[in-house]
């Protein structure tokens, strides 16, 4: 049975916030075998690792920054200098107010003294972990939205090769994976620019936030022979690899990762979380449990990297050795 790669969803943030570096270590000492950075730029350019290219869900920014949300009522972080964000808290998902968090039963939404960290900070703080631990936990870091980047006048790609590049991650050996759910940006990476990264198309559902991107395109036959041509991997969303029979009865594959395999494409769906499972599924266990025996899938992100360590390890206990 296949050992999956554990990837630490915004790192361990089910039980702390998003992208700090706290969630980072925890999922560090877990014992993940890579941390997810999601990339997005200041106004002065500084490339800095948080989910969103907004701030209104996860910060104090309508409090320090009264009036600079765009007439959308969003406050974009491409709007604000490094200096600014520093002065941000950051906290735990919230939908409308730290009072509704998007999981209540998550780190308390409003508390805490969690900062917005830099790219090149988390480098550092990663290969300093690799270096006193002896271990060679890898990264994994997505560019978002990159077409709305180019818009306000930042190439994200190239900002994040060159980043990667000094710290050591140019080659397909090294332990990184580059992700990003922009097909033409993609491959863009891969041909234009001439990176040697092990590159990964992300695929959602088709959505109004990213226009002119067919997903489900992407997923049939011909879709992943043609993501074969510029990528290394795909990273679905859980819920397009199984369908659930309407009867109640066993689930069934959809085929797509066994298609992905064949066309040489390593499979890492997201995302495995233990408070918010995919249909069907009654536990965190069985549902790791399933991607992996049933499924064969190559690696997991998930918000929980002890808790999908814990299934892996009774499945493969050569893992824990």
């Known amino acids: 049975m296949k050992k999956p ?64 949300a765009r007439d959308d009522g969003y406050y974009f972080v491409c709007d604000f200098d490094l200096a600014e964000l520093r002065t941000l808290r950051v906290w ?26 830099t790219l090149r900070e988390e480098l550092e703080f990663i290969a300093g972990l690799n270096r006193s631990t002896g271990k060679s936990v890898g990264i994994y870091p997505e560019i978002k939205r990159p077409a709305f980047h180019h818009a306000q006048g930042i190439d994200l790609a190239v900002s994040t090769l060159q980043m990667l590049a000094e710290f050591g991650y140019r080659d397909k050996g090294d332990p990184v994976y580059f992700q990003c759910f922009d097909p033409v940006e993609l491959r863009r990476v891969r041909t234009e620019l001439g990176s040697k990264l092990k590159l990964i198309q992300l695929i959602d559902e088709n959505n109004p936030y990213d226009p002119g991107i067919d997903y489900t395109a992407m997923l049939t036959a011909e879709g992943l022979q043609n993501v074969a041509s510029y990528a290394d ?86 893992r824990a050795e």
């Not at 554990?6 to 941390?35: N, Q, S, W």
């Not at 950075?37 to 309508?62: E, F, K, P, T």
């Not at 735990?92 to 780190?107: H, L, Y």
């Open 92 to 117: 735990e998902r919230f939908r409308d107010t730290p009072a509704t968090p998007v999981f209540p039963g998550r780190f308390p939404a409003g508390k805490g003294s969690f900062r917005i960290v």
């Open 233 to 318: 991997g795909i990273g679905p969303w859980v819920n397009h690899l199984f369908q659930q029979a309407d009867d109640g009865g066993s689930r069934k594959s959809t085929g797509i990762v066994q298609q992905a395999q064949a066309n040489g494409l390593a499979v890492h769906p997201w995302t495995f979380r233990a408070d918010s499972l995919a249909p069907g599924f009654s536990s965190f266990a069985e549902m790791v449990h399933w991607f992996i025996a049933a499924e064969q899938i190559d690696g997991l992100f998930t918000d929980f990297p002890d808790k999908a360590l814990a299934v892996i390890n009774l499945l493969t206990p050569s």
């Open 5 to 68: 790669l554990v990837i630490a969803h915004r790192g361990a943030c089910g039980y702390l916030p998003d992208h700090t570096l706290e969630a980072k270590a925890l999922a560090f000492g877990m014992g993940a075998d890579y941390l997810e950075q999601d990339i997005v730029a200041s106004r002065d350019g500084v490339l800095l690792v948080l989910h969103d290219v907004v701030l209104n869900h996860m910060s104090d920014v309508a409090e320090k920054f009264p009036g600079r």
